[in-house]
């Protein structure tokens, strides 16, 4: 039938057209012969006239109604209604024919049969042309992955349809909540419950699960998910139906672990959003980065007057500063090269463009890389933000929020440590004085950002394994990067001075159990002791530094704001002429790479800080074994 599905259009148009004009005659005299049990010269003579008229009106009526613009290949149950409209205006037309004509004898059953039998033959035909039209479109239908939809809704309708049109995937079902949709026919698929599923997956040999119910929320998603991940398929959501009217389809995008957080938006409050931005100079420090390049995106949405991306990083800076040049003409952007360490250079930048509001989101953050190299995170994390804030204070700026981190409480690592450090100094600089308004705004993982676990597993499924899990009781709380940012500029907005901002996190998820998700709804098996083949997950231990939980809080003192997702904690602080001096020494010990002064003074800093193991930096472990070698340790004692 690959001859029918090459057709144009108008030559399908003429074809339906002639095969009615020929084949609704001969259901007319079809009826009479049921209705009369046989068919003679006497009874053709005597209905002459409405058999001739039969397809002359029904066929005016029928394009009248559209029935033969619609695309063969998309119809669905709603033709029935049509044609059934057009068959009965078709049939009073005939009696309205009949009576003027002076047909005697006319029999109402001859009408009521024909006019059945017409309906069966409309529908009919259409449906076997769609299907004959499909198997031709589609000659290697054998190889299209079969399917099944979740959700029968105006969503899934359409995306069956352009699945039908395509040739990459086969749609052989519906699913569906709903219990009056359960069991009706849609689009030529059938309805069928969710408790179905594995008969039917099982039956249909399904290799697929499209969601398509684009206007759930995320725990409702979730729930769906969850009911899923047993049938171990892979799933895969529907993209907007704009991308449908395009004919993207090639944006079914796989399950992400947003999908599988469950954690619905909560919309942000404008006010707040704009108090530090609209109309104002605004600088982001590290803006190159996954945090800071997503505070630049938003920053740009609240109107600034102007906005300086400090970043140390040339590609970075240039890749930020292309992209945010399309989104906004209004606004001047200011690409500056430098690190916050440069104190004078900060202070020069933050005079001349006048800036009223400082986002400090650079930091090294990496916990293994900063525990080799101690040195450098503390030197970025605490003694830059040290110089950045100081230059803020001397230039005059309003506002200046500090990118934390849930690591900072009760650390057990450096990155932690330096910035909880980090946190002490704001909240002295303070006390100190009134002018600038210091804040720090404290959250845990962001998914996407670089050195998130999430886009390594998904490499590892991608190449068949193993994945790699460090501990099997390992939590972790996780947050998309545009809420977390969304949620640092109204904190920013709420601080008084020395706050400590903490974002709602929503519930920890477990890692090994996310692994385990992300390769069932990736279609995948596990390896385990009764599956051989498969995704095995391996166990590596916890790298230097890492804990197997993280908190936000280190005292139970936190309150909450007009944010439902903001708390403020009110923490230990330490008083500026003993930081001062805990500060001296830190600045000696990165001048000379004293790797003991260091965690010494990080210890006698943040009190809460607790080294899992000895020093980790690679230069001085090379070192002590150098200098072991040479004054074995029998000679020492």
Not at 565 to 594: F, G, S, T
């Amino acid at each position: 039938m690959q001859a029918l599905s090459n057709l144009s259009r108008f030559r399908k148009q003429l074809l339906a057209l002639l095969l009615d004009l020929f084949l609704l005659p001969a259901i007319f005299c079809f009826a009479i012969w049921l209705r009369y049990d046989g068919l003679h010269i006497g009874l053709l003579r005597q209905y002459q006239s409405l058999i001739i008229a039969a397809p002359l009106l029904a066929a005016p009526v029928f394009i009248r109604l559209g029935l033969y613009r619609a695309v063969i290949r998309f119809i669905d149950h709603k033709i029935v209604s049509v044609i059934m409209l057009g068959v009965a205006i078709s049939v009073v037309a005939m009696a309205a024919v009949a009576a003027f004509f002076h047909v005697h004898e006319l029999s109402r059953g001859v009408l009521v049969i024909y006019a059945v039998s017409a309906i069966v033959y409309v529908l009919a035909s259409r449906f076997l042309a769609r299907f004959l039209i499909l198997r031709g479109a589609d000659p290697d239908a054998e190889d299209a992955i079969p399917v099944l939809i979740y959700g029968a809704g105006k969503a899934g309708t359409q995306l069956a349809g352009a699945l039908l049109a395509g040739q990459t995937y086969r749609p052989l079902a519906f699913v569906d909540d709903r219990r009056e949709l359960q069991g009706a026919q849609i689009a030529g698929l059938r309805v069928y419950a969710p408790q179905d599923l594995p008969v039917l997956v099982k039956r249909k040999q399904i290799k697929e699960i499209l969601l398509a119910m684009p206007s759930l929320s995320r725990a409702q998603q979730r729930k769906i998910l969850d009911a899923l991940e047993p049938l171990r398929l892979k799933t895969r959501v529907m993209p907007p139906l704009s991308s449908l009217l395009s004919g993207e389809l090639q944006q079914l995008r796989e399950i992400e672990i947003e999908d599988l957080l469950g954690r619905d938006p909560v919309a942000p409050d404008p006010q707040l959003l704009a108090r530090c931005i609209q109309g104002k100079n605004v600088l982001v420090s590290g803006a190159g980065g996954s945090i800071g390049s997503e505070l630049c995106r938003q920053i740009l949405r609240q109107n600034p007057r102007r906005l300086v991306l400090l970043e140390m990083s040339e590609y970075a800076l240039y890749q930020i500063q292309q992209e945010l040049s399309k989104i906004s003409a209004a606004t001047e952007l200011l690409p500056m090269l430098g690190s916050v360490l440069e104190q004078e250079k900060c202070l020069n930048i933050m005079r001349a463009f006048e800036i009223e509001t400082v986002y400090h989101a650079a930091a090294y953050k990496h916990v293994p890389l900063v525990e080799h190299n101690p040195v450098a995170g503390v030197r970025n994390n605490t003694l830059g933000t040290l110089a950045i804030a100081r230059a803020a204070m001397q230039a005059g700026v309003a506002a200046f929020v500090l990118i934390s981190t849930d690591k900072a409480v009760r650390p057990t690592n450096v990155m932690g440590a330096s910035k909880r450090l980090a946190e002490l100094v704001l909240q002295a600089f303070a006390r100190q004085q009134s002018q600038t308004r210091f804040c720090m705004v404290r959250f845990g993982n962001v998914l996407g950002s670089s050195g998130s676990v999430v886009p390594l597993f998904r490499r590892q499924i991608e190449q068949g394994g193993p994945l790699t899990v460090t501990h099997p009781e390992m939590t972790r709380y996780f947050m998309t990067i545009p809420e977390a940012a969304q949620l640092v500029l109204q904190a920013g907005a709420m601080g008084e001075g020395g706050d400590v901002f903490l974002l709602d996190m929503g519930e920890p998820v477990r890692i090994l159990d996310m692994a385990r998700r992300m390769v069932h709804l990736s279609g995948l098996q596990l390896k385990d002791e009764n599956q051989s083949d498969g995704i095995e997950i391996v166990h590596v231990g916890l790298r230097p530094g890492e804990k197997l939980y993280e908190e936000l809080l280190i005292g139970d003192n936190a309150e909450g704001t007009c944010h439902p997702l903001i708390m403020r904690a009110q923490e230990k602080e330490i008083a500026w002429p003993k930081l001062e001096q805990i500060l001296e020494k830190l600045q000696y010990a990165c001048n000379h790479a004293d790797q003991n002064l260091l965690r010494q003074t990080l210890l006698e800093a943040v009190t809460e800080y607790t080294p899992q193991g000895e020093i980790e930096d690679f230069v001085w472990q090379v070192q002590k074994d150098k200098t072991l070698d040479i004054h074995p340790v029998n000679q020492l004692h």
